[in-house]
């Protein structure tokens, strides 16, 4: 495997918070002026070692909102 991104829809995002359970290293939700609070990727090229975490975060994110991007 080599280095991936991280992206996420803020769209769909109605910050459950399930991400940042599975791996705070790379999510955190923030509050945001109008509607639900919003995920925020603080690393969006994480270390390989966390990766296993991100996919975690992918699968159980309700709204399906987390995508991980292969670089190379
Ligand atoms: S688990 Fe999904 S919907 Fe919830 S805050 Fe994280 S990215 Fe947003």
Redesign the pocket.
Known sequence: MGRYKVE?DLLL???????TEECPKV?E?VDVETGYPK?RVKEEFPDEALRSKVQDAVDY???R??KIVELD
């Open positions: 996420v995002c109605q910050g459950h918070g399930v991400c999510f939700v995920v994110c309700p709204n909102t987390i």
